[in-house]
């Protein structure tokens, strides 16, 4: 029997613009993140330009990924830039004590930011302040942005960068309360004060400066109070994985169980604007998630993991909860975008293939910004006890409505969470003209463990979808959907 949901899209309740950089992603100097995902080197048969691999950057192409996040991670904290920099037979190679490698250093800055040219990206850099000074750190944005006679701008010059790189996100710092520097928030704020004192002066164009939050109670409203210093920060960042049972031996309860612990994205997100409303004055600050998704018990070694349906699933539940709090939330980056944890992508080797989660982000392309519409959801729902210890009553039905700046398009994800049965979904249009045309993508799968892999690179994929009217869908079990509705 299929069930029976509804949804009603209130086109005249505007929620905010759907920042593209809600759909971020990152990228570290861990396992085969960079190195094998990213950097092939120029000698390598497999296709580059210039070392950057051409089917890594094509496929980040198709989803418009909007910036990648880069150098770390926990890598961050204990990376010193200028060793990345100038011909690359003379780099150091150097230990980062964080993820048990040594680091040849081929892929510094300038490969960075030719990655992020070819993707058409924006660089958002994460700063080392665990082991970092404040002048290496301003130096690092006057490498990257200044031009003029000083040293740094000349050393960009010589290394075969005559224009600026003109990197407008920085991160002061990656999880200070743990790999970078185990601070108390007080004296990460005292540190956050110091160095990002120096940086915007630096820069002749204008900075996006990120301070590093927690999702413990009270580190962010510790952090906060101790700041007190608004010219000084313009977002504030938080992370979040989750994971429940094993990454593709789970039960169903394991299945509905990772919706619910996905949930805490939500819980984040609130607690985290709380403290914001009750502490910033005179401004407002942006929240990142600069870190966010599944990360399984299984991961092994460069913490490569298998992307299931269920994976990507969630995945677009948490993309309609960005959506939905997209008046607040300024970006957000899936961890990590290729072999590392929920990536889009695998290598191994010349072999690509793109994961389940690769094609919900394609799917969502369609909501980057427009603005969010008031989208509710009448749905059955399903009780999840989630890790702590909350009972968390889960609509089996996710979903975020969007409509273009000119009011002439729309954007509707659903996703249909139950493992077995279909769901028809009844769609009121509300505050808008009925759409003419609808356009329609289906992502699903026959099992929820069903993923990707070389020998199988399309098993789980999106493809076209007929949709009869536009009032009525039947989302398969399984199955993330994207309408495009529009009045032409
Ligand atoms: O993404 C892997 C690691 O998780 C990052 O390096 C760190 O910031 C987080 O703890």
Known sequence: MPLKARVSIRADQKLGTISPHLYGHFAEHLGRCIYDGIWVGEDSAIPNDGGI????????????????????????????????????????????LWWGKEEPNHFGTDEFIRFCRLVETEPYICMNVGSGTPFEQKSWVEYCNYVGETHYAQLREA???????????????NENWGCGGRFQPEEYAKEYRRFACYLRRTSPIPLQLVGCGHTTPDWNRRFLTALNCWDLMDHLSIHRYYSR??????????????????????DDIRRTAGALDDIVRDKPLGIILDEWGVWHPQAQEGLEQINTHRDALVAAGVLDTLNRWCARVTMANLAQTINVLQCLIHTDGERFWKTPTYHVFDL?????????????????????????????????????????????????????????EPMIVKVDWVGMEPPKTIAARLLTADSPSAHNAAEEPEKVTAREWEVGEAGVVEVPAMGVVVLEPSAK
């Open 53 to 96: 691999r051409l089917d890594t950057v094509e496929a980040l192409r198709g989803i418009k990924a909007p910036n990648v996040r880069w150098p770390g991670g926990c890598f961050a904290d204990d990376y010193h830039w200028e060793d990345g920099i100038g011909p690359r037979e003379e780099r150091p190679r150097r230990m980062n």
């Open 159 to 173: 290394f075969g960068n005559p224009g600026p790189h003109n990197v407008t996100w920085w991160s002061v710092g």
């Open 245 to 266: 049972g094993h990454q593709t031996d789970f039960t169903d309860d394991d299945y509905y169980g990772l919706y619910a612990e996905a949930s805490f994205v939500d």
């Open 364 to 420: 969502y392309q369609a909501h980057m910004g427009h603005h969010a519409v008031e989208t509710l959801i009448d749905a059955p729902a399903v009780t999840s006890t989630r890790s702590d210890g909350r009972d968390i009553d889960l609509p089996l039905l996710s979903a975020s409505a969007s409509i273009s700046p000119d009011g002439q398009s729309a954007a509707l994800t659903l996703t249909n969470r139950s493992l077995a």
